[in-house]
């Protein structure tokens, strides 16, 4: 019941609004939505499962890990070769 009157308050509202004032809206609405679907992602078994997976590898050692440095490093490096083979 509860929300009927909130959606009545909202379209009262919406109906006063310029069309710029509906995209900002429309942009908070969109955004809770897409959001929502985040949480959703938590409900699947297999990308739990698939993340333990995961997270027990890295623990155990049972894959490399590199640091922030390592990785910054790598990718300069990447760059840098990718560069000199385009002149």
């Known amino acids: 019941m509860r929300t009927a009157v909130i959606d009545k308050q909202i379209n009262t509202y919406l109906g006063q ?12 609405v969109k955004t809770f939505v897409e959001n929502r679907h985040d949480d959703d992602l938590w409900a699947d078994k297999s990308f739990v499962s698939e993340m333990d997976r995961r997270f027990k590898d890295m623990e155990t050692g049972k894959v490399k890990l590199y640091s922030l440095d390592e990785a910054e490093a790598h990718a300069r490096l990447s760059y840098k070769a990718r560069k000199r083979k385009k002149q």
């Not at 609004?17 to 908070?28: A, Q, S």
């Open 17 to 28: 609004l310029n069309p710029k004032e509906k995209e900002v809206v429309l942009g908070v």
